[in-house]
């Protein structure tokens, strides 16, 4: 069975949540794993009319086969994620590394009170920033030192690699997007740490010969929550008539919107070596492809975006979000193109 990594292609809020949740029920993984930076990034995906929003967990919550984990590059906000545990009911199965590093109150005030992030940069106050400055002195705290926490601990990179031992399906989900990555993203104006799948599994303790498929994950036109640079960005009265108006789901700030970038989303394939592309909110852009599940459905023009978008970046788009709910995408993995 494969290990598939889930990747932002842009700058984050690209749908990796939707996309994870519904592989999570299509593939039923045994373990599904989250890499990346921590409770910064807020996932929401949609369920039977129901909205999940998550910024610890993995997306992964909703196929009760599978174990939750949580990497030892990810930082843990311990209420943040003994909330979730409780609101969602993942008690039994959710497991987190030994060396997560604690985000403590001490890094959230830093955060909220330096001009330099919170202002120049807009970061999200989340804490996460200076939680990382510590680990790279070596005096952050460790889950291990935390006892809310200590029944949750475990190895997770044993656990993913003795679940590929054997055979079985595991799901690793990234946060952020390519292009807030620290070492390849728009720097100043990123987040902590890389967050490209090389980053991510590193996070998890996955060596990079186990991976069988990364997808990398856009949206139908690119968003962008607080500062940096943003090509061919819309004003927000034009955004607004598109229907691309999106608020952030940890800061509640509105997104920054363009169209599509081809050129981002070429680069982001090649420093993710992505084998597939998962396309979201593709009903945004076309509003007559709501609900559709089947390729041959989608509007002529529909079609036509998303074979611009494989010509261009040279791989297919085989998840295409098509709706608010995670049932609502077109699964061409197994589709016969000749």
Not at 74 to 100: A, G, H
Not at 131 to 140: G, S
Request: proline share 4%; hydrophobic share 35%.
């Amino acid at each position: 069975m494969p290990c598939n990594v889930i990747v932002g292609g842009f700058f984050g809020d690209e749908g990796k949540g939707k996309i994870t949740a519904y592989l999570s029920l299509k593939d039923n993984p045994l373990v599904a794993v989250r890499g990346g930076v921590g409770a910064n990034a807020g996932h929401t995906f949609t369920y039977n009319d129901e909205v999940f929003k998550v910024r610890m967990l993995p997306s992964a919550l909703l196929n009760h086969n599978s174990r939750l984990l949580i990497g030892a590059g990810v930082l843990i906000s311990p209420t943040i994620l003994l909330n979730e545990i409780e609101k969602y009911n993942t008690n039994d199965r959710t497991f987190i590394d030994n060396q997560c590093g604690i985000i403590e109150d001490k890094h959230i005030k830093s955060d909220v009170g330096s001009d330099h992030l919170r202002v120049e940069l807009g970061t999200t106050g989340t804490g996460t920033g200076p939680a990382n400055a510590d680990r790279a002195m070596r005096t952050l705290k460790l889950a291990n030192e935390v006892p809310p926490l200590k029944k949750f601990i475990t190895d997770v990179s044993s656990i993913i690699g003795e679940t590929l031992d054997d055979n079985k399906f595991v799901l690793v989900e990234g946060t952020q997007g390519t292009y807030l990555s620290l070492y390849h993203g728009t720097y100043p104006y990123v987040t902590s740490k890389d967050v490209t799948a090389s980053g991510i599994c590193s996070d998890i303790g996955l060596g990079p010969k186990k991976v069988d498929e990364v997808i990398v994950v856009f949206k139908s036109f690119v968003t962008r929550v607080g500062t940096g640079p943003l090509e061919n960005e819309l004003p927000p009265s034009e955004a607004s008539k598109r229907g691309w108006t999106e608020y952030g789901s940890v800061t509640g700030r509105e997104r920054r919107s363009s169209p599509f970038n081809f050129e981002l989303a070429r680069r982001a394939v090649r420093l993710n070596s992505a084998t597939q592309i998962g396309l979201t909110k593709l009903d945004i852009l076309y509003p007559k492809s709501a609900g559709v599940k089947e390729f041959v459905k989608l509007p002529k023009e529909a079609q036509d975006f998303i074979k611009s978008i494989e010509d261009n970046v040279g791989i297919e788009v085989t998840l295409i979000g098509t709706g608010a709910n995670i049932g609502d995408i077109v699964d061409r993995r197994n589709e016969n193109k000749f």
